[in-house]
């Protein structure tokens, strides 16, 4: 089984994020059901992850200032990511998908905003062993790549699962270096925090550098400031 230093690590910051529910197939404080049975249409894997249940969700609501809800968010999927990665290579184990759903707000401060490093930092952690990590915005209706609408979800989300080698590079079309470590991702048990700081200021420092480089423009030259925008 893999470890990781996500308990070890300083959290000055825990609290920011309230458990409201713990992992569970069937939540209750949010009405998540029929979403997802629209979603079978959109991901080949999850119609029979839903009737295997193995699909679920623990849900949290913000409870802090943005950068403290930040790093919890980034705390919860670096949890739910090392408890996927010894299941993933089991039976079923392509069909186990953990969602960290976001309730509540932070004043002045989108959930887009609060959940684009997080998601960043935890892709560029764990792409090159496989696992991968989504997200979604309550009330944001998503287009897939092929010009498909997808419906909007009743509560914002960040998907944890297994990559699917063969299709998942294709969402990182604008990062091209993730989409290269994805597809030849392997896990070998390695600790994807032995090589990082603990301090999610220093994270998000250290993730910024992996940030492609932005397409010269007369508004925006130079680097981007923040993570690229994409559903994957």
């Not at 825990?14 to 998540?32: F, K, M, Q, Y």
């Not at 684009?116 to 209706?141: D, I, Q, R, T």
């Amino acid at each position: 089984m893999t470890t990781g230093r996500t308990s070890a690590a300083p959290r000055p910051t825990a609290g920011a994020l309230r458990l409201v529910e713990a992992s569970t197939t069937r939540p209750t404080s949010v009405d998540i059901s029929g979403y997802a049975r629209q979603m079978t249409a959109h991901c080949p894997y999850l119609a029979p992850s839903l009737q295997q249940g193995l699909t679920s969700w623990t849900v949290y609501r913000a409870d802090g200032d943005a950068e403290a809800v930040q790093a919890e968010l980034f705390h919860a999927g670096a949890q739910a990511a090392e408890w996927l990665r010894p299941l993933l290579n089991r039976p079923r184990g392509v069909l186990r998908c953990e969602n960290i759903v976001l309730l509540g707000d932070v004043p002045g401060v989108r959930h887009r905003d609060l959940m684009a490093w997080p998601h960043w930092v935890l892709k560029n952690l764990y792409g090159p062993v496989g696992v991968m990590f989504g997200k979604f915005y309550a009330g944001e209706e998503e287009v897939t790549a092929a010009g498909h609408r997808i419906p909007a979800a009743p509560a914002s989300f960040l998907p944890v699962r297994a990559a699917v080698r063969r299709r998942d590079p294709r969402f990182l079309s604008a990062t091209p270096d993730l989409a290269a470590a994805l597809a030849a991702a392997d896990d070998d048990g390695r600790d994807v925090f032995e090589h990082i700081p603990t301090e999610w200021t220093e994270i998000r420092t250290w993730a910024r550098r992996l940030l492609p480089p932005a397409k010269p423009s007369p508004s925006s030259p130079g680097t981007p400031a923040s993570p690229p925008r994409s559903s994957s």
